[in-house]
């Protein structure tokens, strides 16, 4: 901690060598004071994912969905994007089991939306899970007056689909989830309980072959990530964003939450030696390592608690780069 500067002060003459110790004492003692080391910074954790073992997750090998359900809405899906000119997303059964808890856990705390009461993301609940896809979220709810619906299951999902994709702009956010041309896949989960019932579509973007985070054993705050891209594409930058960790909320902020952003990144890393390459907006640095088969590896090591999302920007070197990978990190101060 720098001392301020202070102006020269006038001393009287010294009379005698036992006031003049007396000073020099004093004198030793004020800068003792001044000079006191400030208080270390605050051991930082991470809280979640659970990196007790490396979390690694590969690119999801070609499935189907079983669940009647599911398996009509995503044929709807897939219909509502041929019918814009749009490719088919694959089916995502990692990201369906997610939503599956999701949508369980919001008819069990009665909630809509995009929010549970613990405050959580959506991307970052699909992080935590050892997801990391680049993520949007469609979300569904149905109550009925009664004690139980009439209408079946299947009904109530496929014409949850059928709203959202008629939209009109510009309350057309769902629609443009269900149309993104970057969306490669999707996982749809469903529950329902008494007069409540819950759907949500979790569409992704998988530019990534391989992801693997870990946390580095000499020292706990810091994570290692290391992965590989699918075929055709490299890792041209990643970016970091910060915010708030997240706090738990009440059932009317769960349903005032129409919809959610992703934190504006102010730091970003690029390949190691390419530092012409300047990120707008952040702090960049070249910190990643690009291997010889375009693998790649970095460390970061988070300054501050709270949420980071960390973001994996992939080109095949002709389009501009976007977004294909994710991982989330909720940092916290650790116990002393």
């Not at 910190?287 to 790649?296: E, H, L, N, Q, V």
């Amino acid at each position: 901690m720098t001392g301020i500067p202070r102006r020269p002060a006038r001393v009287a003459a010294v009379k005698s060598a036992s006031t003049a110790l007396g000073l020099l004492l004093l004198a030793t003692a004020r800068c003792a004071m001044t000079d006191a080391a400030p208080d270390p910074p605050p051991r930082l954790a991470i809280r979640a994912p659970d990196l007790e073992r490396p979390l690694s997750e590969s690119y999801p090998t070609p499935s189907s969905p079983e669940d009647p359900v599911k398996k009509a809405v995503f044929a709807r899906i897939n219909a509502d994007r041929a019918s814009e000119g749009l490719p088919p997303v694959a089916w995502d059964e990692a990201a369906s089991r997610v939503a599956d808890l999701y949508t369980a856990a919001q008819v069990r705390e009665d909630v809509r939306g995009h929010f549970l009461l613990d405050g959580v993301p959506p991307y970052a609940r699909t992080a935590f899970a050892g997801i990391f896809g680049f993520g949007q979220e469609n979300s569904v709810a149905w109550t009925t007056t009664g004690s139980s619906f009439q209408e079946p299951s299947v009904g109530l999902a496929v014409e949850g689909e059928t709203s959202m994709f008629a939209e009109k702009p510009p309350n057309d956010g769902h629609r443009k989830t269900i149309l993104d041309p970057d969306a490669t896949h999707v996982g749809v989960g469903w529950a329902q309980g008494g007069n409540r019932f819950r759907m949500a579509e979790e569409f992704l973007t998988r530019r990534l072959a391989e992801l693997t985070v870990e946390r580095v054993a000499s020292d706990p705050a810091t994570v290692l990530f290391r992965g590989r891209p699918v075929a055709g594409q490299h890792l041209h930058f990643v970016t970091l964003a910060l915010e708030a960790a997240p706090r738990p909320i009440s059932r009317a902020e769960t349903g005032a939450r129409t919809r959610y952003t992703y934190p504006e990144a102010r730091l970003a890393f690029v390949p190691e030696g390419l530092r012409s390459l300047l990120i707008a907006g952040t702090t960049t640095e070249d910190r990643i390592r690009i291997g010889p088969a375009g693998d790649f590896s970095f460390r970061f090591t988070p300054a501050q608690a709270g949420l980071w999302t960390i973001a994996f920007h992939l080109t095949d070197g002709r389009a501009r780069p976007r977004q294909g990978g994710l991982a989330v990190l909720w940092v916290e101060k650790a116990a002393r």
